[in-house]
């Protein structure tokens, strides 16, 4: 059966996997036991139906922006009616996860099998998120991987307050060899971009990497120090949650000795894509820009499209989320909440900064070659975004745009109408996409 994700709206209302931030901290802590105890007890109770209860063990950071009886006709709508209800508890294992209390509480539902209950806990063992995401599986490499032919080391992006962990894959030889530094989507991203059981950068990394292009990745901000941005979110922007950081990767590539100096690119998906121009214009050395799935319009038109796309195909009545999410959108539009008020889990600097920025403009501005790909399966970045960039540039020489009928938002094969159930199915990056972008990269060095 075929794995499922909950909705996007209930990404955003609840402060789940694809939050920015972490929250706020209680001033009264939960009784004292584990966290993995306390799970269990939370999991217990969504067995029992006993939503309120539930709510009991979240943070001010989700209560503030949900309602018990949301958060129950949330579950019910998103989970229930996607998965089944819980039918038991198989196991559970904790971690740590960018220094906060992890715990993962595999189940059994009544319509999918296993699947894991993720919670996120603070230093008080309240909850900062509650998701539910496959149990996890091994990473297995795509059919169009050599792993003898390159080797990955460990490196340090960036310097001081936010040095991040990253990986730089490296193939065999004495060089000089192109690089690309991997720039992530909205949310706390790993390193890989890990969504449910799939890693679309690294399928990116170890891909272009057999084709001799070495490939930079690392933790993304928001995931590495959750804790910290939180504590400067009245100035947050999406300089401090991306730009900085891709800029810091391109000057570790620049050092490595393999390294051509004047073949570094930067890929950036989705939010990343949006972002790749603005990174360009403040960083001399970037000799090109790779668009996955890039929006050219606002974030929050995508997140209001994004709502109504998945609450038609839900098939039942969502018409108070979408009040709900139209009325955050002309928040946004207006600038018209307060500087300790989070829209959409961000504040109005991170607002106010991306209003004023258009990608398409900036990205003619910098007149660096651009490799713009689109799939057209994706409903989150959807034709609308990539028929801007093709009127802008589609009589450009040193611009290739190109889209692919079957891939969706990860650039993953898959049929039928596009939902967000098919995150959940295991697949890879479609060798198209590593080998259009492994040739684009060849051609810029015959030029």
């Given amino acids: 059966m075929e794995r499922r994700l909950v909705s996007l709206k209930m990404v955003l209302l609840m402060i789940l996997a694809g939050a920015l931030f972490a929250g706020c901290v209680e001033e009264q802590p939960p009784a004292e036991k584990t966290t993995e105890e306390l799970a269990v007890e939370i999991v217990t109770l969504l067995m029992e139906q006993q939503y309120i209860d539930v ?47 992890t715990v993962y509480v595999t189940c059994s539902f009544s319509q999918e099998g296993s699947m894991d209950v993720k919670m996120i806990f603070d230093a008080q063992q309240w909850v900062l998120s509650l998701t539910v995401v496959p ?44 690089a690309v530094v991997l720039v992530h989507g909205s949310g706390p991203n790993d390193q890989d971009e890990t969504i449910g059981p799939n890693k679309p950068f690294k399928d990116l990394a170890w891909g272009l990497a057999t084709q001799g292009i070495v490939v930079l990745r690392y ?32 000057s570790v590539l620049y050092i490595v000795p393999v390294v051509n100096q004047s073949q570094i690119y930067v890929l950036g998906h989705s939010l990343g894509g949006m972002l790749a121009p603005r990174i ?5 050395r970037i000799a090109g820009l790779i668009i996955l799935a890039g929006n050219t319009r606002p974030l929050e038109d995508l997140i209001l499209e994004q709502t109504w796309y998945l609450a038609n195909l839900s098939g039942t009545n969502q018409s108070d989320q979408l009040a709900q999410t139209r009325e955050l959108v002309q928040k946004i539009k207006t600038l018209n909440f307060s500087n300790d008020e989070l829209v959409f889990n961000a504040p109005k600097s991170y607002w106010a900064d991306l209003a004023g920025y258009d990608p398409v403009a900036t990205a003619e501005s910098v007149r660096l070659p651009l490799l713009i790909l689109q799939g057209l399966r994706d409903y989150q970045v959807t034709m609308d975004d990539f028929s801007r960039w ?53 051609q810029q060095s015959t030029r």
């Fill in 55 to 101: 709510y009991g063990y979240f943070n001010n950071s989700i209560r503030s922006q949900i309602t018990a009886n949301q958060f129950q006709s949330l579950w019910e709508q998103q989970v229930i009616n996607t998965y089944g209800t819980i039918t038991g508890i198989i196991d559970t294992r904790g971690g740590n996860e960018s220094g906060y209390q």
């Fill in 135 to 178: 149990t996890e599986v091994p990473y297995t490499p795509p059919s169009y991987v050599n792993q003898s032919l390159f080797t990955e080391s460990m490196v340090t992006v960036g310097s001081g307050a936010w040095t991040l962990p990253g990986t730089l894959t490296l193939p065999k030889g004495p060089g000089p060899f192109p």
């Fill in 219 to 250: 933790e993304k901000r928001t995931k590495q120090y959750p804790e910290e941005v939180t504590a400067m979110l009245q100035n947050f922007t999406g300089q401090e949650e991306t730009i900085d950081d891709a800029i810091a990767a391109v």
């Fill in 280 to 284: 360009a214009s403040q960083d001399h």
């Fill in 390 to 442: 093709n009127q802008t540039f589609y009589a450009n020489q040193s611009v290739m745009l190109k889209t692919y009928p079957s891939l969706n938002h990860l650039f993953l094969n898959g049929t039928g109408t596009p939902t967000n159930t098919e995150y959940m199915i295991p697949g890879h990056v479609d060798e198209s996409v590593i080998l259009d972008i492994a040739s684009w990269i060849s």
